[in-house]
């Protein structure tokens, strides 16, 4: 297993590539629509570093995007308690274990996000489900042509996509500080300009 190091709290720690963190995924995940899922935080995510300043970070954020409900498939009543265990016992580093972790904060976790990174991830999870619920509605298939103001209708639409928290979703913005509407063009821009590449990904992975 090729990893790089980190150092972390003053303990040497290890962090996972992307290539081992996939296997990892797909060693506990097998539904498409997991999996789709998780290629979209990634690409959400990293599009996010290197939005926000965090370039050199972009790969790690990625990899905690990809893993984020790495336990959620076979263990959905221990969401985020598996999580540690099973990234803990692949040598993860506790940077992504928090991270990883603190999604689910106030939900099936107490661990608060801290980093800039952990609370983007809380904020676009449930988001990125939303969108890609209401692409999927548009005669295009795409969120290339979808607008802000039709992304606000659907996301004040209860009923609609109504799996994806609007709770969670406004306490996201909450905790990054931005408005509502912030976060959601945000993370619809990051989606526009991540489609091809989670496409990519999902192609590759019925082939």
């Not at 999580?83 to 099936?108: D, M, N, P, W």
Request: hydrophobic fraction near 40%.
């Amino acid at each position: 297993m090729m990893v790089v190091e980190c150092q972390t709290r003053g303990i040497k720690q290890m962090e996972l590539t992307r290539d081992r963190a996939l296997a990892l995924l797909k060693d506990y995940n097998r539904e498409p629509f997991h999996l789709q899922h998780a290629y979209t935080v990634e690409a959400v995510m990293r599009d996010f570093a290197r939005e926000q300043g965090y370039g050199d970070e972009a790969d790690f954020w990625g990899i905690v995007g990809l893993l984020h409900d790495v336990d959620y498939e076979r263990y959905p009543g221990e969401h985020c308690v598996k999580a540690r265990e099973i990234l803990a016992e692949q040598g993860a580093g506790e940077r992504l274990i928090h991270a990883v972790v603190s999604h689910g904060y106030g939900i099936v976790s107490d661990v608060a996000p801290e980093h800039e990174m952990e609370k983007i991830l809380f904020a676009v999870d449930e988001l990125t489900g939303l969108i890609g619920a209401a692409a999927k509605m548009r005669p295009s298939g795409s969120v290339q042509d979808m607008e802000l103001k039709s992304l606000k209708k659907k996301y004040k639409t209860p009923s609609f996509a109504a799996g994806c928290s609007r709770d969670v979703i406004a306490r996201g913005a909450e905790q990054l500080g931005w408005e509502l509407d912030t976060l959601l063009e945000r993370t619809l821009g990051a989606m526009k300009r991540c489609e091809p590449e989670i496409a990519a990904a999902v192609a590759q992975q019925t082939t």
